[in-house]
């Protein structure tokens, strides 16, 4: 039988279309032309404005210092949450489910701007930690829904298991589930990382003075400024972003050896 | 768990790193502005000379640094806002009236410009950069042009002409060649302009924004409809290119520097905006951001080249024929529809 060649171009059509792009600008990154377009030779002057430019260093940091405090936050009470939902199914959990749910839904500036009045409501000055904040009460609905599918295929009787041994619910709660867990938490977190990192829209609204982050600046340098120093920046994030997936593989490896 | 371990050691580690240095205890003055719109060097001299430290926040469009501004985002000592966003702020409430005493380098400002703006007085704002529409062509293809927005008229060059696909923009320029204002309520003069600028559509190749310029210096396109800043960097690229004003006159945006409601360091953003406005510090930033200053004192101190630069400076004379570009509210309505006419028509 004749095996169909669908799949395989499939499979070359989006390896193009998500690929192609990546390596288009990392081309685009040393063209020494202003406006991007034709070749005008190699050069590594907008990596050179790009690390000598302040604004952009400081942009970073904000970023960072948001994605981490995000991420680590939500990964806890993402998992406490999904572990509530998991393991108590009443009517409060099904609200609490659809609470968890909407921001899922919920279009961005929707909870851009609602967020910015409800601080101002407060009279909570912006910065960093309304950021944090609200990047927070997204990522904690994705930290939940990629536990939650984790704790569908977990197998509570290695809990009972050790209870019977003698482990109090502490020890069996730190020395079972949580290793088992790990890889979901850790999943989620990524997923926390990435989407706080890039997330535009929501910041915008809730960043105070002093707050810029990352994305908000690249989207004032696209419309005003220049863009070939984005492509720089890009390509530097690329390449942060392969190292720390590279990275997280490498520890998915290492664990799967030790269990 | 022991997988989180180095993610959390390499998120204590990067918060160390990064938020080290930078003591708090100085004042800070905190601008909110368009990227790539200052001089570091300037800022840095302001920063010692005043004893502060300054904070720079960007935002991506006069709409929606409004709308944050108006749900009511404070802490801002300066913004940057384009003239058409200073009217309404003013409207609004949400400026401070400056204090001109705290700016003796007013009297650098060029009154020309001024003129031009709702706020000529500058009580709530004053003008920062300017920037202009205009064309750029290619001399060795189009030997004999003239600056006038009769070229999208010629025939001979059908196809290899561009329009800016924005509304306000083309049939701005279409009011300007017929001597009508570019703000127009005026249902005649509108339709006149429509007209005019469907017979601008059989000539040209298509309304575009960002790829035509390409096109110029590709040599697909020999006339281009354009925003000065953009040709400027396409210029330093390809010196053949060239940019001119038409001698009708064009559309004018001038971002300017306000205080809103809400500065916590009303005095050093006084200080700030005067600081800016001295000659030799205006000169340094204009050099760096390429966009005219309406400083005439810096102006004298800019190299005579760039001074000359058309992309850059409009003419003394044409200054006078250009209008800003207001926000009309509920008679936008009018030029959408227009527009909408203009795109449909065959």
């Given at each position: 039988?004749?095996?169909?060649?669908?799949?395989?171009?499939?499979?070359?059509?989006?390896?193009?279309?998500?690929?192609f792009?990546?390596?288009?600008?990392?081309?685009?990154?040393?063209?020494?032309?202003?406006?991007?377009?034709?070749?005008?030779?190699?050069?590594?002057?907008?990596?050179?404005?790009?690390?000598?430019?302040?604004e952009?260093?400081?942009?970073?940091?904000?970023?960072?210092?948001?994605g981490?405090?995000?991420?680590?936050?939500?990964?806890?009470?993402?998992?406490?949450?999904?572990?509530?939902?998991?393991?108590f199914?009443?009517?409060?959990?099904?609200?609490?489910?659809?609470?968890?749910?909407?921001?899922?839904?919920v279009?961005?500036?929707?909870?851009?701007?609602?967020?910015?009045?409800?601080?101002v409501?407060?009279?909570?000055?912006?910065?960093?930690?309304?950021?944090?904040?609200?990047?927070?009460?997204?990522?904690?609905?994705?930290?939940?829904?990629?536990?939650?599918?984790?704790?569908?295929?977990?197998?509570?009787?290695?809990?009972?298991?050790?209870?019977?041994?003698?482990?109090?619910?502490?020890?069996?709660?730190?020395?079972?589930?949580?290793?088992?867990?790990?890889?979901?938490?850790?999943?989620?977190?990524?997923?926390?990382?990435?989407?706080?990192?890039?997330?535009?829209?929501?910041?915008?609204f809730?960043?105070?003075?002093?707050?810029?982050?990352?994305p908000?600046y690249?989207?004032?340098?696209?419309?005003?400024?220049?863009?070939?120093?984005?492509?720089?920046?890009?390509?530097?994030?690329?390449?942060?972003?392969?190292?720390?997936?590279?990275?997280?593989?490498?520890?998915?490896?290492?664990?799967?050896?030790?269990? | 768990?022991?997988?989180?371990?180095?993610?959390?050691?390499?998120?204590?580690?990067?918060?160390?790193?990064?938020?080290?240095?930078?003591?708090?205890?100085?004042?800070?003055?905190?601008?909110?502005?368009?990227?790539?719109?200052?001089?570091?060097?300037?800022?840095?001299?302001?920063?010692?000379?005043?004893?502060c430290?300054?904070?720079?926040?960007?935002?991506?469009s006069?709409?929606?640094?409004?709308?944050?501004?108006?749900?009511?985002?404070?802490?801002?000592?300066?913004?940057?806002?384009?003239?058409?966003?200073?009217?309404?702020?003013?409207?609004?409430?949400?400026?401070?009236?400056l204090?001109?005493?705290?700016?003796?380098?007013?009297?650098?400002?060029?009154?020309?410009?001024?003129?031009?703006?709702?706020?000529?007085?500058?009580?709530?704002?004053?003008?920062?950069?300017?920037?202009v529409?205009?064309?750029?062509?290619?001399?060795?293809?189009?030997?004999?042009?003239?600056?006038?927005?009769?070229?999208?008229l010629?025939?001979?060059?059908?196809g290899?002409?561009?329009l800016?696909?924005?509304?306000?923009?083309?049939?701005?320029?279409?009011?300007?060649?017929?001597?009508?204002?570019?703000?127009?309520?005026?249902?005649?003069?509108?339709?006149?302009?429509k007209?005019?600028?469907?017979?601008?559509?059989?000539?040209?190749a298509?309304?575009?924004?960002?790829?035509?310029?390409?096109?110029?210096?590709?040599?697909?396109?020999?006339?281009?409809?354009?925003?000065?800043?953009?040709?400027?960097?396409?210029?330093?690229?390809a010196?053949?290119?060239k940019?001119?004003?038409p001698?009708?006159?064009?559309?004018?945006?001038?971002?300017?520097?306000?205080?809103?409601?809400?500065?916590?360091?009303?005095?050093?953003?006084?200080?700030?905006?005067?600081?800016?406005?001295?000659?030799?510090?205006c000169?340094?930033?204009?050099?760096?951001?390429?966009?005219?200053?309406?400083?005439t004192?810096?102006?004298?101190?800019?190299?005579?080249?760039?001074?000359?630069?058309?992309?850059?400076?409009?003419?003394?004379?044409?200054?006078?024929?250009?209008?800003?570009?207001e926000?009309?509210?509920?008679?936008?309505?009018?030029?959408?529809?227009?527009?909408?006419?203009?795109?449909?028509?065959?």
């Amino acid at each position: 039988m004749k095996r169909s060649s669908l799949p395989l171009l499939t499979t070359i059509a989006v390896l193009v279309f998500f690929y192609f792009p990546l390596v288009l600008v990392t081309i685009e990154s040393f063209n020494a032309s202003k406006y991007g377009g034709p070749w005008t030779g190699f050069s590594l002057r907008w990596y050179k404005t790009l690390f000598t430019d302040a604004e952009v260093f400081r942009a970073l940091k904000n970023t960072l210092i948001v994605g981490v405090v995000s991420t680590l936050v939500s990964m806890v009470l993402g998992t406490v949450a999904a572990f509530a939902l998991h393991r108590f199914k009443g009517k409060l959990q099904a609200a609490h489910y659809g609470l968890i749910y909407l921001p899922l839904v919920v279009p961005d500036i929707l909870m851009g701007i609602s967020l910015l009045l409800f601080f101002v409501a407060l009279k909570v000055e912006l910065s960093l930690v309304t950021i944090s904040i609200a990047h927070i009460s997204f990522c904690i609905s994705y930290v939940t829904m990629v536990v939650l599918g984790r704790l569908q295929d977990f197998d509570f009787s290695v809990m009972d298991a050790a209870q019977d041994l003698g482990a109090d619910r502490l020890t069996a709660f730190r020395k079972i589930l949580l290793p088992l867990l790990a890889p979901g938490i850790l999943a989620g977190g990524l997923l926390a990382f990435t989407l706080s990192i890039d997330d535009f829209v929501i910041t915008f609204f809730v960043s105070g003075p002093g707050s810029t982050t990352l994305p908000v600046y690249i989207y004032s340098m696209m419309k005003h400024g220049s863009p070939p120093v984005i492509n720089a920046l890009s390509v530097v994030l690329l390449a942060v972003t392969f190292v720390l997936v590279l990275y997280s593989q490498f520890l998915n490896h290492g664990g799967k050896e030790n269990a | 768990m022991r997988k989180l371990i180095p993610i959390v050691i390499i998120a204590i580690i990067a918060i160390i790193v990064f938020s080290s240095g930078k003591s708090e205890t100085q004042k800070i003055l905190r601008i909110y502005n368009w990227a790539d719109y200052v001089s570091d060097d300037v800022i840095k001299k302001f920063e010692t000379e005043y004893h502060c430290q300054v904070v720079i926040d960007t935002f991506d469009s006069n709409e929606a640094m409004l709308a944050k501004l108006k749900a009511g985002a404070t802490g801002y000592d300066i913004v940057v806002p384009t003239e058409y966003t200073v009217n309404v702020m003013i409207d609004d409430g949400m400026l401070i009236k400056l204090d001109p005493a705290k700016i003796p380098n007013l009297k650098n400002i060029d009154t020309d410009y001024a003129k031009l703006m709702r706020d000529g007085k500058m009580e709530y704002s004053v003008p920062y950069m300017v920037s202009v529409t205009g064309i750029g062509y290619n001399p060795e293809k189009v030997p004999d042009f003239t600056p006038s927005w009769s070229i999208f008229l010629n025939e001979s060059y059908k196809g290899r002409m561009t329009l800016l696909n924005d509304m306000r923009e083309t049939l701005g320029a279409a009011l300007k060649s017929l001597n009508f204002s570019i703000n127009t309520t005026n249902d005649a003069e509108l339709e006149e302009a429509k007209n005019l600028v469907i017979c601008y559509k059989k000539n040209i190749a298509k309304f575009d924004v960002d790829e035509a310029k390409r096109g110029l210096v590709t040599g697909e396109f020999f006339v281009v409809h354009g925003y000065n800043g953009d040709l400027q960097q396409i210029i330093e690229e390809a010196p053949n290119i060239k940019f001119a004003i038409p001698e009708e006159g064009t559309s004018m945006a001038i971002d300017c520097m306000v205080i809103p409601v809400g500065a916590k360091n009303v005095d050093l953003a006084h200080a700030f905006i005067n600081f800016i406005h001295e000659p030799e510090n205006c000169a340094a930033t204009m050099e760096e951001v390429c966009y005219a200053s309406p400083n005439t004192e810096a102006v004298k101190l800019l190299p005579e080249e760039f001074r000359q630069n058309e992309a850059v400076f409009p003419k003394k004379e044409l200054i006078a024929k250009c209008e800003l570009i207001e926000d009309l509210g509920d008679d936008n309505a009018k030029y959408t529809k227009a527009w909408d006419q203009i795109k449909s028509a065959e």
